[in-house]
């Protein structure tokens, strides 16, 4: 990987480490448009200014635009959302990894 590339991934990591980024991507990957409540219900725990600051965020990074409908993903932000699906499907399958280690020792297991 490049310089330029890695520090591409390095902004994006920025940007979707911040609180919520990710859940508001999430919540709005189904295609739907939601509206500012819907949104905050659908994050789930986000004070309204956190999802506003996120909104802002995601708005600037051209991954989340709003319509008269509500808020929707834009096409990239659509493209990151299909792609975050494979993580999905590694958590479900981690998931059960982890849960079969508890299972076996009693308690959580870190390295595999």
Known sequence: MSAKDNAAVIQ??????SRYALRV??????????????LQDSVGG????TLN???KELRAARLVDHS???YRLTTQGAELARRL???????????????RAVSATGQPHAGT
């Not at 699906?85 to 849960?99: C, H, I, M, R, T």
């Open 46 to 49: 986000v004070t309204p200014n």
């Open 85 to 99: 699906a494979e993580v999905q499907q590694f958590a479900g399958k981690w998931s059960q990894q982890q849960a």
């Open 53 to 55: 600051t996120r909104i």
């Open 12 to 17: 994006l990591f920025d940007l979707l480490e």
């Open 68 to 70: 008269g409908n509500g």
């Open 25 to 38: 991507i999430w919540a709005l990957s189904d295609g739907h448009p939601q509206t500012f409540r819907l």
